[in-house]
């Protein structure tokens, strides 16, 4: 085992003093991590201190026209010519732009009304909610330790949580019999638990199903991770916000567990990760945000851990999605155009729940319940849903997502409206020719 660097030790002691349960749930490698006061720190302190020549920023500059713009290519600065030079190439800061990770968490505040005078960290930025979930795994998971999750996932968390950092999984199959959510299992595999610490994942909008919780289940969830709490146990809950605000049905709860699990016991500790590639349409800027349910005192040296993690893995977010993101919720016409947008995927959601649901298909599959996000998720009856999917490929051209045995996931997001008998038609009659 490696000495403990003294800067790691402050910090460990930092945390224990403000926050017991998040000292509780470090890792090994979590309680070693720090950020070393090195070159960051020195250029940090040359940005205010160095007047005459700033030599530490690792960028080029060019002075043939004044004192010193950032050096470039024209042919990348004419595709963005509204935006500062600065805003394009210069380096962000490791946790993201201050004034992106402020109106993000207005942005929190505004869609998430049991937050309304809760104690929540700054949003941090990531690159991708993936790189959000490996900096919780590389923090709070050891080789061995428990992670909850339902039988119905998004597969990348296997790879992120379980091949790479060794976590135990526990799952639960996520419907009961009457197709809600299943808090009995939930509850009762949180009540067998033995360790002293746990990690739960939840998802909703979920992925693969487009199912969301009632506020009856989501104060179920919360009571039942409080009752574990309550007995003593230490427990971390991610919360996957991938498609946060993407409600089409208004029987659901049109707002993140996370408002109600912040403050819920002293042995919570929740976060969310979410991110503009489903809520703000940009899929390919690759920006996400991590938000903890903790005040400034614990989360000024666990912001010190996780910059350590972050500059020995990404060094940081793209500036340029940052930048972009914040321009674009800043806009004129920001609010109707992601409302047009929502419009569009609501009528698509409601096309396709109609048209699956259809009684003509009732001997074929059954239809998972789907309020929100992108996804309708079938139960074939009839045939092997990976045969399936390999027959409407190569015969009909119709791309769909095969999980395990009978599951067939559509990504409605797809479809025009216009598509959508079409597609569903011929899903029926492969199907029929199994």
Not at 65 to 80: A, I
Not at 133 to 141: G, K, N
Not at 237 to 262: K, N, P, Q, R, T
Request: net charge negative; aromatic share 8%; charged share 20%.
């Amino acid at each position: 085992m490696q000495d403990l660097n003294p800067l790691a030790a402050d910090l460990n002691e930092q945390i224990r003093s403000a926050a017991p349960a998040v000292f509780a749930l470090l890792s090994e490698l979590g309680k070693r991590i720090y950020l070393p006061k090195g070159i960051l720190s020195q250029t940090a302190e040359a940005s205010t201190k160095a007047h005459r020549f700033n030599a530490t920023r690792a960028i080029a500059l060019d002075f043939s026209e004044d004192g010193g713009t950032l050096m470039h290519l024209p042919v990348s600065r004419e595709l963005l010519p509204e935006l500062t030079l600065e805003s394009i190439y210069g380096y962000a800061p490791v946790l993201g732009q201050q004034a992106l990770r402020e109106a993000w968490k207005t942005h929190l505040l505004q869609e998430n009304l049991a937050l309304v005078k809760k104690t929540f960290s700054l949003p941090i930025v990531t690159s991708v909610m993936t790189h959000g979930f490996s900096l919780l795994a590389e923090l709070f998971v050891n080789n061995g330790d428990t992670l909850v999750l339902p039988d119905k996932i998004w597969g990348n968390y296997r790879l992120i949580f379980q091949t790479k950092a060794g976590a135990n999984i526990q799952s639960y199959p996520f419907f009961n019999a009457l197709n809600g959510f299943n808090t009995h299992r939930f509850r009762e595999i949180l009540t067998n638990a033995t360790a002293e610490k746990l990690l739960i994942l939840l998802n909703f909008p979920h992925n693969p199903t487009g199912y969301a919780v009632t506020r009856v289940e989501a104060q179920q969830i919360v009571d039942a991770i409080t009752a574990r709490a309550e007995a003593g146990c230490h427990i971390l809950v991610i919360i996957d916000d991938a498609y946060a605000g993407l409600w089409y049905d208004a029987e659901v709860m049109h707002e993140s567990l996370f408002g109600l699990l912040v403050g819920c016991h002293p042995n919570v500790v929740p976060v969310k990760i979410d991110g503009t590639t489903k809520e703000e349409y940009a899929w390919g800027l690759r920006v996400a945000f991590m938000t903890f349910g903790l005040g400034a005192a614990a989360m000024q040296p666990l912001e010190q851990k996780l910059s350590g993690l972050i500059r020995a893995d990404t060094s940081g977010a793209s500036q340029v999605s940052q930048t972009l993101i914040l321009a674009a919720m800043k806009a004129p016409g920001y609010a109707e155009q992601k409302q047009h947008n929502y419009e569009t995927l609501r009528i698509r959601a409601l096309k396709v729940k109609a048209v699956a649901s259809d009684a003509r298909y009732a001997e074929l599959w059954e239809v998972y319940p789907s309020h929100a996000g992108y996804f309708i998720c079938l139960n074939l009856k009839v045939g092997n849903a990976e045969t399936v999917r390999q027959r409407l490929l190569e015969a009909h051209g119709i791309g769909t997502i095969a999980l395990g045995e009978t599951a067939l996931r559509i990504a409605y997001s797809c479809l025009d409206e216009s598509d959508i008998e079409t597609v569903f038609g011929k899903i029926a009659r492969v199907i029929e020719g199994v």
